[in-house]
C-alpha cells in the first residue's frame, strides 16, 4: 500500500514524459488526477491507522543492499502520517493552483509528480539510505523547479540552494554512517537502531554524530545561522516551488530530528538539548524580526519561515531537556512540535500561493507597490487575512493549537527560552498586520491589478485554510494520532 | 601436465578472446574494403559477449591461481573483466568518429589490446607479469592518443608517451629492486621479503612500481596526462582512456596493497590515504572554472579516482574495501562512458556555452546528461551513490574518519561544476545544436539507465562481489 502511494506519482510523471502527444489541458487534468488519487489513498491510510497499535503501520520490509544492512523498509506511524497527509494536501492544491501555468507545463508536473514521490517516500522510510536517497532526490527536484521556472535570479538562487542543501546531506551521510558502523551488528535500519541505541555511553562518538545529524537537519530546515539560501531560494522560485518548498520540503529537516536525532542517540541528545534550545529561540526571534524589515512580500514570509521553524527547535530541544524529569511536558512539546509541522505546511503553503497570486496581478513583491487591493479584491484579500491571522498563531486556527503546546511543554523545562521565544508571536503579529495594511487597506495604487481570484486559486488556497482553522477547532482527530507517537518518543528518548 | 595447461587456459577465455579477436581483427581488416571494415566492430562486439559469458562461468568456479600463482582468477579479476568488458561494447558504440576511416581497423584492435592489458593490470600477482600488462595497457593508448594526426591529437599523444615511457622505466626499476631485496617476483614471496629488507630500499622499490600505477589509474602525482590527452584526441578516444585503464590500474593498486604491502613495517594504507585525498581535492579544484566540456570530464575523473583511491586505503581493514572498489569501478565506467556519449553525440558542442539549450532540440540526450552527471556527484539512487556510500563506509570503518569527511566536503564542491554543465543545458534558450550522431545517443540512452540500475541493483551487485582477493 505504501509503496504504491510512494510511486504511484513518479509512475505517472513517466507517463506524461513518455507521451508526448498528450495535449496541454490533458496533462494539466492527470496531473490533478494523479495527486487526488493520492490523496484518497492517504485518507484511506489514516482511516485504516490504529494510533494504539504499537510500532509502525503498514510496514514493508524488504533485503535491498544486505551487504551493509539496508533494506526497503517502510512503515507510518503517529510522526509521519499527519505529514504524509500534508505532502497529499499540498501537493494536490499545487497540481489545481498550477492550472493556469503555461510555462513548459508538462516537464512541470513530472517534476512535481516526482517530488511528490520523494517527499512521501521520505516520510515513510524506516531505513537512513533509503531516507537520504529521497532526502538527496529532494534536492535535485527543487533546484530544477528554482531554475526552470523561477524569476529573475533563479540560477544564482537554485546553485545556492542545491550547494547549501548538498553540504546539509553529506553531513547527514557522515552522520549514517557514523551510526551504522557504531551498531553491531552493523545495520542502517531506523527501527533497529532505535532499539540498540548504538552510541549510548559513546561520549565523543555520539557527540560528534549528532553534530553531522543536527548541521544536516538544521540546514534543511533551516534554523539560525544555516538560513541563507532560504531567501534567495523563495524569492526566485515560482508560486507552487516556494509552497512545496516551505510547506513540506522544510519539514524533511524537522522531520529528521523527531524520526532519527532524537530517538537514535537519546542521552547524546539530552546532553546537547540545551544548545537546540538556544538554536530554536534565535530562529524564532530573528526570523521575526529579519521579516519584520522585508518589504518584499514574499521575502518577509521566508523568514516567519524560518521564525515557525524555530518553534519547533524550541520545542523538541525542551522535550530533550525533560525527557527524564517530566513525561507530560516532553509528550505535549513534541506533539506540538509535530501540529506546528502540519500547521505550518498549509498556513505557509497558502500564503506562497498567494504571494504568487500577488506577483500575477502585479509583477513586483514589493509591497510599497501595492495598496487598497481590498476594494477591488474582496476574496484575495479576505484569504490573505485569513493567511495571515492563522500564521501569527491566533486561537481557533491550527497555529494556535501547535504554539501553545510548544509553550506549555516548554515553560517548565526552559522558562527564560520559552518567554523570550513568546516575543517572536508579538513581533510576527505586528509584521503581518504591518503587511497586509499596506497591501490591501488605505487608497489604491499603480501597481495592483483590479481582478480578483480566479476559480483555480481559490480552489487551491482556500480549502488549506479551512483545514487549518477546522484543525484549529476540532484538533483532536490529529492529536489522537500524534499523541501515542510522542509518548513512544518520549519513551526513546529517556532511555 | 598437459590437462592441466588446458584446464588453466579454459580459465582465461575472456582474455583469450580479447587477444584473438585483436589478431584475428587485425589480418581480417587489412583484406576488408574500407566500407565493410565495420565487421571488426561486429567481431570485437562477439568477442566480448563471449568474454562476458566465460566470465560468468567463471565465476561460479571457486577461485583459482593459475600458470603457477603468477595470475588469479577471483572476484576481482572477473569483476574487472566484466566491467571492462561492459566498457568496450559502450566504446564500439561510439566510434562513429571512425566509421570507414581508413585505419578503422587499426582502432578496433588498438582498443582490445589496451582492454586486455588491462584485464592482465588486475589479475596479476606478479612483477613481471605487472610489467607486461602496463605496457600492454599503455601503448596501445599512446597510439590512439594520436590516432586522428591532427596536431592537439600528436601533442597528447606524445605527452602521454613520454610521461608513460617514464613511468614504465622507473616501474621497471622499482621491479628490479624489489626482486633483488626479496628473491622473487611474485606476490607472496614479496610479502615474506618485504619486511625483512632495509626499509629505505624497500619503499624506494614499492612506490616506484605504485607511481607506474596511478599514472595508469590518472592520479596525483601522475595525472598530468589526464587533461590534455582527453581534451586533445578524439573524443571516443578520451572515453577509453578516462575509463578503461583507471579500471584495471585500481585494482592492481588493490591487489599489492593487501597482498606484499599488507605486513611491511610502513604505513602503506596512510601513504594512499593521503594520495586519495590529493587526487580528489586536486581534481576538483582544477575542474571548477574549466569551459571546455572534455577537459572538465577529464578533471572529474581525476578526482573520481580520488574517492576510489579511499578503498585502496582500506584494503584489508574493512570487508567491505573491495566489494565497494568493485562496485565503485563498475558505477563509474558507466556513467563516466555515458556522459562521454553525450559528448560524442554532439561533435560541434565544445564548450560549456555549446550545450546552452540543449533540451529545447534534444530533450532526452539533455536527460541522459543531467543522469549522468548527477550520477558522478553521487547522487542517489545513481550507482556512483551506492560506490561513494559503501567506499565511504569502509574508509570510514578502516579508521580513516577524516578521510571520508574530506570526501563530503569534496563531493559537494563538485555539485557546483558539474551544475555549470546541467544548467545551461537544461535552459530552452535558442540553440547552435540541432543534430545528434545517432549511434553515440543510442549509448548514451543505455549507459544513463544502466547507472541508475547498477545502483538500484547495488544490493545483488555487492554480493556478487562479495569475497576476497585470492594471492596463489
Known sequence: ?495 | MEGMMTQELGLLLPEIFLAASAVLGLLIGSYLPRRRQWLIHVLAALACLAGLASTVLDWLEPSTAVFEGSYSVDIATNATRAVVLVSVLFVLGLTADVRSHKRETEFVVLLLLSALGTVILAGTNDLLLLGAAYLLASVPLYALAAFAKDSPGTEAGLKFYLLGALLGVTMLFGIMLLTGLSGGTDYPTLADGIPDAPTAAAAVGVIAVIASLLFKAGAVPAQFWVPDVTQGARPPVGAIVTTIPKIGAAVALYRLVAAPLGLASLDWPLLFAVLAAATMTLGNLAAFFQSDVRRLLAYSTISQIGYLLMAVAAAGRSTLALPSLLLYLAAYAVTNLGAFAVVCALPGARTLTDYSGLRRHQPWLALGLTICLLGLVGTPPTGVFAGKLTVFTAAFDAGFVWLVVLAAVNTAASVFYYLRWIAPAMRSNPTTIEHAEPRAATTAYLAAPASVAVGILAGPILAVFQGNILIS
Request: proline share 5%.
Open chain 1, 1 to 495: 500500500m505504501l509503496s504504491i502511494i510512494v510511486f504511484l506519482p513518479v509512475a505517472v510523471a513517466a507517463g506524461l514524459l513518455a507521451l508526448p502527444r498528450l495535449g496541454d489541458n490533458a496533462v494539466r487534468w492527470t496531473w490533478i488526477a494523479a495527486s487526488a488519487v493520492e490523496l484518497v489513498l492517504v485518507l484511506g491510510v489514516w482511516v485504516g491507522y490504529d494510533p494504539a497499535a504499537p510500532g509502525y503501520a503498514y510496514e514493508v520490509n524488504r533485503r535491498w543492499i544486505p551487504s551493509v544492512s539496508s533494506g526497503y523498509h517502510l512503515g507510518v506511524d503517529g510522526l509521519s502520517l499527519p505529514l504524509v497527509a500534508l505532502t497529499a494536501v499540498l501537493f494536490l492544491a499545487c497540481a489545481i493552483y498550477s492550472l493556469r501555468q503555461t510555462q513548459r507545463i508538462r516537464s512541470f508536473a513530472a517534476l512535481f509528480l516526482f517530488l511528490e514521490t520523494v517527499c512521501l517516500g521520505l516520510f515513510v522510510s524506516l531505513d537512513l539510505i533509503l531516507f537520504f536517497v529521497f532526502f538527496d532526490l529532494s534536492i535535485v527536484g527543487m533546484y530544477f523547479v528554482i531554475a526552470g521556472w523561477g524569476h529573475k535570479g533563479a540560477a544564482r538562487a537554485a546553485l545556492k540552494f542545491f550547494l547549501y542543501t548538498f553540504v546539509g546531506s553529506l553531513a547527514l551521510l557522515l552522520g549514517f554512517i557514523g551510526l551504522y558502523l557504531s551498531a553491531e551488528p552493523h545495520t542502517f535500519d531506523i527501527a533497529q537502531l532505535a532499539e540498540q541505541n548504538p552510541l549510548a555511553g559513546q561520549g565523543v562518538a555520539g557527540t560528534l554524530v549528532l553534530l553531522a545529524l543536527v548541521v544536516g537537519l538544521a540546514i534543511k530546515t533551516p534554523t539560525v545561522p544555516f538560513h541563507t539560501w532560504l531567501p534567495p531560494a523563495h524569492t526566485e522560485a515560482p508560486a507552487a516551488g516556494s509552497a512545496i518548498l516551505a510547506g513540506v520540503l522544510l519539514k524533511l529537516g524537522t522531520y529528521g530530528f523527531v524520526r532519527i536525532a532524537m530517538p537514535l542517540l537519546p542521552d547524546t541528545w539530552r546532553r546537547y538539548a540545551w544548545v537546540i534550545v538556544i538554536v530554536g529561540v534565535l530562529s524564532v526571534l530573528y526570523g521575526a524580526l529579519v521579516a519584520l524589515a522585508q518589504r518584499d512580500f514574499k521575502r518577509m514570509i521566508a523568514y516567519t519561515s524560518v521564525n515557525h521553524m524555530g518553534y519547533i527547535i524550541l520545542a523538541i530541544g525542551a522535550a530533550g531537556l525533560i525527557a527524564t524529569s517530566n513525561e507530560q511536558a516532553h509528550d505535549l512539546a513534541v506533539a506540538g512540535a509535530v501540529t506546528q509541522m502540519v500547521s505550518h505546511g498549509l498556513i505557509t503553503g497558502a500564503l506562497f500561493l498567494l504571494a504568487g497570486v500577488l506577483y500575477e496581478r502585479g509583477h513586483t513583491y514589493d509591497m510599497g507597490s501595492y495598496g487598497g487591493l481590498a476594494a477591488s479584491a474582496p476574496r484575495f484579500a479576505g484569504l490573505t487575512a485569513i493567511a495571515a491571522f492563522a500564521s501569527l498563531g491566533l486561537p481557533g486556527f491550527s497555529g494556535f493549537i501547535a504554539e501553545f503546546q510548544i509553550f506549555t511543554g516548554s515553560l517548565g523545562a526552559t522558562p527564560v527560552a520559552t518567554a523570550l521565544a513568546f516575543l517572536g508571536i508579538l513581533i510576527s503579529a505586528a509584521l503581518f498586520l504591518r503587511a497586509y495594511q499596506r497591501i490591501f487597506l488605505g487608497p489604491p495604487r499603480a501597481a495592483g491589478g483590479t481582478t480578483d481570484l480566479t476559480a483555480p486559486e481559490t480552489i487551491s488556497i482556500a480549502p488549506l485554510m479551512v483545514l487549518a482553522v477546522v484543525l484549529g477547532l476540532f484538533p483532536r482527530f490529529l492529536l489522537d494520532v500524534i499523541e501515542p507517537a510522542a509518548r513512544t518518543l518520549g519513551d526513546l528518548v529517556s532511555r
